[in-house]
T-cell receptor
Framework: GAVVSQHPSWVICKSGTSVKIECRSL??????MFWYRQFPKQSLMLMAT?????????EQGVEKDKFLINHASLTLSTLTVTSAHPEDSSFYIC???????????FGPGTRLTVL | SQQGEEDPQALSIQEGENATMNCSYK?????LQWYRQNSGRGLVHLIL?????REKHSGRLRVTLDTSKKSSSLLITASRAADTASYFC???????????FGSGTQLTVLP
């Protein structure tokens, strides 16, 4: 149990386009999901907290107009990278909080490459 | 949220040996989670240990928690090459659900 999926697993796009990444909790409901970004050889950096039915909370330095987050249901959160640029190329990982015991489970990540 | 500090930064052992990595944190916690990350992959949840627990086992994994020293350890017994990965600890306090990650311990198990 406690599986989190992400789609797509990788995406290559041209500069200026928008990319949507989906995060789903497959066998549990998640009121809260999180989005992280990881650059090569670095640790995960929290970008934002996604709460079902309300606006996301962004970490300092993360542009909310560039990284649009929607958490429309208890099993789905989406991250849209708008007008992507090469510096947005990174590994994006989501996680979902299973309320019982407050465990957090991570998706397999999405590799975004912006040309 | 608070960040756990893993130690050592890197560990290289032979297959079959045990691997121990440590985590220290600064303020009291409700629980602490350990994760594994293979290169280019997401994090795999290994174990959650609550503040009122001192030790927890899962297969070849053994996690201890010493709240008086604000530290935790992860022991992997009879290591395998497939255990090669980065390992992260994530302490959680209060009602906060955000996790903050340190640099992790890069474990290399040599065949």
């Amino acid at each position: 149990g406690a599986v989190v999926s992400q789609h797509p697993s990788w995406v290559i796009c041209k500069s200026g386009t928008s990319v949507k990444i989906e995060c789903r909790s497959l066998d549990f409901q998640a009121t809260t999901m999180f989005w992280y970004r990881q650059f090569p050889k670095q640790s995960l950096m929290l970008m934002a907290t996604s709460n079902e039915g309300s606006k996301a909370t962004y970490e300092q330095g993360v542009e909310k107009d560039k990284f649009l987050i929607n958490h429309a249901s208890l099993t789905l959160s989406t991250l849209t990278v708008t007008s992507a640029h090469p510096e947005d190329s990174s590994f994006y990982i989501c996680s979902a909080n299973r309320d019982l015991y407050n465990e957090q489970f991570f998706g397999p990540g999405t590799r975004l490459t912006v040309l | 949220s608070q960040q756990g500090e893993e130690d050592p930064q890197a560990l290289s052992i032979q297959e079959g040996e045990n691997a121990t990595m440590n985590c220290s944190y600064k303020t009291s916690i409700n629980n602490l989670q350990w994760y594994r990350q293979n290169s280019g992959r997401g994090l795999v949840h290994l174990i959650l240990i609550r503040s009122n627990e001192r030790e927890k086992h899962s297969g070849r994994l053994r996690v201890t928690l010493d709240t008086s020293k604000k530290s935790s350890s992860l022991l992997i017994t009879a290591s395998r090459a497939a255990d090669t990965a980065s390992y992260f600890c994530a302490p959680a306090s209060g009602s906060a659900r955000q996790l903050t990650f340190g640099s992790g311990t890069q474990l290399t198990v040599l065949p």
